[in-house]
Structures are given as C-alpha cells and as structure tokens.
C-alpha cells in the first residue's frame, strides 16, 4: 500500500476505506429499515453481516450518529435511520456519478460475465499487472476437432475459433493462422 499521509498520519487508503465501510454500513441501515425512521434495527446485527467486528461497528456508528444519519435509539444496539440519512442515502444512489455530503461517488458496476479480462477501481497512482496464456493454436485446432464431433456442425465453432485467433494474435496476417481452419 503506498503511504500518503492523511489526518494524524493515518493513510489516505485506509481513510477511504473506512469512508466506504461507513457508507456500506449506512446503505444497510437503509435497505434494512426500507428507509423508514420508525425501525429500529440492531447496529451490532448489521455490522455483523458486514463483516465488521464489534470496534469498527461502534467506531462507524458513532460517526454516523455525530453527522445526524442515525440516533441511536436503545440500549444494545438500536439505532434508527434519521430524515437526514435517508436524503443522503437517496441521493448517493440517485446520482452515483455525485458525491454526497458526507460520501463520496457510488460506484456500481454490473458485470453479468467476464471471462479473461479484469476490472481496475483504484486512484491515479494505482498499478495493477495482469498475466493472460493465450492458447495455440495447436490447442484451439484440438478444441474445434473436439467439439465437431459432439455436435456435428462446426460453423459457429469455426467462425468463433477465427474471431478469437484473429483477436488474440498480433500477427493478423499469420498464414498457418489463416490456413488452420478452412
């Protein structure tokens, strides 16, 4: 983890993620409530499924309570969601591009399939190193005569075999490429 110092020495990296718990934390505090502030859900329960422990729980809802997004309510652990939590919760996830008072940007990023590829969410500085194995064309060639004898018709397979060489391959005028599935 590079080091930039933040308030009282503490790494800007940890600072933000424990901005990101915090908001984890009060987004759950919502969906949990359904945005009503007459619910009153239990802090330690919903750290609990979070995966914080006790301290961080205490620690995260202590600020939230200092910034009015919360009060706590009872003894062992009843919080409720205030008016001004769910206006900041609405809006963080309204306008996910904006940050919020006490928020930064949501970020939500649906994937529904990625294979052989990678995603980076990190700051300017960050660095992230990858290393692909692009089969051969020897193994791709094998593929192919393994799947035309389980379904017969191999034109789907070749035409997505020819894509994915041609993608793969630096070398787009390659002739033992161009020659291995005619």
Do not use: C
Not at 94 to 111: A, W
């Amino acid at each position: 983890m590079s080091w930039t110092p933040g308030a009282r020495g503490i790494p800007m990296a940890e600072i933000q993620e424990l901005k990101k718990k915090r908001f984890d934390f009060l987004k759950k505090v919502y969906e949990v409530t359904g945005g009503d502030e007459n619910v009153w859900p239990d802090m330690w329960e919903i750290g609990s499924e979070l995966g914080y422990d006790r301290e961080l729980t205490e620690k995260i809802a202590q600020y939230l309570d200092g910034e009015w997004l919360i009060e706590f309510k009872a003894i062992g652990g009843g919080i409720k969601i205030t008016h001004r939590g769910i206006v900041e919760m609405e809006a963080a996830l309204e306008n996910p591009d904006r940050r919020t008072d006490h928020f930064p940007p949501v970020n939500v990023m649906y994937v529904g399939q990625m294979i052989g590829s990678q995603v980076q969410q990190a700051g300017s500085g960050a660095v992230q190193k990858t290393e692909l194995r692009l089969a051969s064309l020897e193994e791709v060639s094998a593929l192919v005569e393994l799947l035309k004898g389980e379904s017969g018709d191999t034109t789907p397979i070749l035409e997505a075999a020819r894509f994915e060489i041609s993608v793969m391959s630096p070398d787009h005028n390659n002739e033992r490429k161009r020659d291995l599935f005619r």
